[in-house]
């Protein structure tokens, strides 16, 4: 059996060993946790960025979403005032074919007329022409 400085000497052996491994385990830990703190730090700073980026092309979605809002909008509105322009247009139409009925019939009505004041030119002019002439002063 060992004796008492022995198996002192085997367990403080043991004992700088399992500190040196302890140290350099807790060394290596240290570094991981450093890395890991640093790459967790970097992926912080990249998930803001990409956050700001995120939130100024939604602000920009957003802002042309509305323009094309105002778009629609006016596009309605110009819909609106055509459908009213071709409402007035059809009313033109059919006031323009019943102004052209109208049209047709005083047309009529003027050449019997003008027919009746050559006639009525042509039997004054026979009078005159049988009249005799005054003696001017």
């Known amino acids: 059996m060992p004796t008492s400085d022995e ?3 085997t367990l403080e ?3 700088d060993q399992f500190k040196a491994e302890a140290t350099s385990y807790y060394q290596e830990m240290a570094m991981q946790v450093t890395m890991s703190k640093g ?3 970097d992926a912080v700073k990249r998930l803001m960025q990409l956050r700001i980026q995120i ?3 939604f602000s920009n979605t957003d802002q042309q979403l509305a323009e094309v809002k105002q778009d629609l909008k006016q596009l309605t509105e110009v819909r609106q005032d055509l459908a009213g322009v071709k409402q007035e247009l059809t009313e033109v ?3 323009t074919s019943s102004h052209s009925t109208r049209l047709n019939a005083m047309d009529t009505h003027l050449e019997s007329m003008d027919k009746r004041l050559e ?3 042509n ?3 026979q009078i005159l022409a049988r009249l005799p002439e005054q003696p001017r002063n």
Do not use: F, I
Request: no cysteine.
């Open 39 to 41: 790459l967790t730090e």
């Open 123 to 125: 039997m004054l002019t």
């Open 93 to 95: 139409r059919q006031d």
């Open 55 to 57: 939130d100024k092309r």
């Open 13 to 15: 052996y043991n004992l």
């Open 119 to 121: 006639r009525v030119e």
């Open 7 to 9: 198996r002192l000497t």
